[in-house]
């Protein structure tokens, strides 16, 4: 099974180490499912774990670790697919899930559509909660 986690979902796992993120991150590092993942999303964990917002609360070093864990996942090098997405920002989450034909993208952001819109072709897209009641 293939899973693309939107990086709200990693920075979660790291933040809350006990939470559904949590779980599910380390369900992937069990090898109960392969994370699809790519160098887009890799140098925005990079980019935005700097941000201010996140700075006190994310330590860099188990930043790093997480980064290098997820170069063992499918890591696509190109996204050349353009997919539209409510949230700009979004777009290359779609795009994973539909170059891999992941079976679920998981995200906890209701605000920008990913979970309003419920699929992107075979692709469910299902918060943190959903996808442990179905999987784990």
């Known amino acids: 099974m293939l899973v693309v986690l939107d990086t709200n979902i990693l920075f979660s796992a790291l933040i809350s180490p006990h939470g559904k993120p949590d779980v599910i991150y380390r369900a992937w590092r069990s090898a109960r499912f392969e994370i699809v993942t790519s160098q887009l999303q890799l140098d925005e964990i990079r980019r935005a774990s700097r941000y201010p917002k996140f700075r006190d609360i994310l330590q860099p070093a188990k ?4 980064v290098k ?7 696509l090098e190109e996204l050349s697919l353009s997919v539209e997405a409510d949230d700009p920002d979004d777009a290359f989450l779609l795009a994973m899930a539909l170059v891999s034909d992941a079976d679920y993208l998981v995200t906890g952001d209701r605000r920008a559509g990913l979970l309003q819109r419920g699929y992107i072709e075979r692709t469910r897209i299902v918060t943190p909660a959903v996808f442990c009641a179905e999987v784990l």
């Open 69 to 75: 864990n997820l170069q063992r996942a499918v890591v």
């Open 63 to 66: 930043v790093g670790a997480m």
